[in-house]
T-cell receptor
Framework: ETGVTQTPRHLVMGMTNKKSLKCEQHLGHNAMYWYKQSAKKPLELMFVYNFKEQTENNSVPSRFSPECPNSSHLFLHLHTLQPEDSALYLC??????????????FGPGTRLTVL | GQNIDQPTEMTATEGAIVQINCTYQTSGFNGLFWYQQHAGEAPTFLSYNVLDGLEEKGRFSSFLSRSKGYSYLLLKELQMKDSASYLCAVLDSNYQLIWGAGTKLIIKP
């Protein structure tokens, strides 16, 4: 399944580093999402973009900065992260993000470790 | 607040049947999703229920009772490859997905 791809798959960074996560969807969808998945916790929605416009920011700290240059690409820029930010970061896409029960399709995630 | 409850972990035997329950309290309801997630992989869509009743899809079935705020995922003829986490998620009145923490299913030979 290559509908939604994410790079890198694994990332180890120090608290002073700056890095970016990349997501690309090949499904022709208009909405893209960033989620944080920590062990034994529900998926936490971070950001939603619909037609390149940010429609949701779920009180995410400013050390996480999303960018959506077009409907197929989504980035998550990381800087001065904390060890508690270590988690699996999942990208997803759907046909649209509001007013419908569109199925979300997920990428394999980036396993992030902050030292 | 909004809440999705599902068991943390379940164990079953290869060839058997297992039922994974999900109960929810949400502000509104626009459907319930089940996803499967193998370790280190993407969650993949299994089913969507918005009306009461049972939906069957091969070895997997999903049931919904809106009046009880309850759903279950039924897996038949279990195979070792069914070892995974199963995520329940409800679409609330704002069409936001509310997620459960997932049920880790362990299949033993």
């Amino acid at each position: 399944e290559t509908g939604v791809t994410q790079t890198p798959r694994h990332l180890v960074m120090g608290m002073t580093n700056k890095k970016s996560l990349k997501c690309e969807q090949h499904l022709g969808h208009n909405a893209m999402y960033w989620y944080k998945q920590s062990a034994k916790k529900p998926l936490e929605l971070m950001f939603v973009y619909n037609f390149k416009e940010q429609t949701e920011n779920n009180s995410v700290p400013s050390r996480f900065s999303p960018e959506c240059p077009n409907s197929s690409h989504l980035f998550l820029h990381l800087h001065t992260l904390q060890p508690e930010d270590s988690a699996l970061y999942l990208c997803a896409s759907s046909q649209d993000s509001g007013g419908g029960a569109d199925t979300q399709y997920f990428g394999p995630g980036t396993r992030l470790t902050v030292l | 607040g909004q809440n999705i409850d599902q068991p943390t972990e379940m164990t079953a035997t290869e060839g058997a049947i297992v039922q994974i329950n999900c109960t929810y309290q949400t502000s509104g309801f626009n459907g319930l999703f089940w996803y499967q997630q193998h370790a280190g992989e993407a969650p993949t869509f299994l089913s969507y229920n918005v009306l009461d009743g049972l939906e069957e899809k091969g070895r997997f079935s999903s049931f919904l009772s809106r009046s009880k705020g309850y759903s279950y995922l039924l897996l038949k003829e279990l195979q070792m490859k069914d070892s995974a986490s199963y995520l329940c998620a409800v679409l609330d009145s704002n069409y936001q997905l509310i997620w459960g923490a997932g049920t880790k299913l362990i299949i033993k030979p």
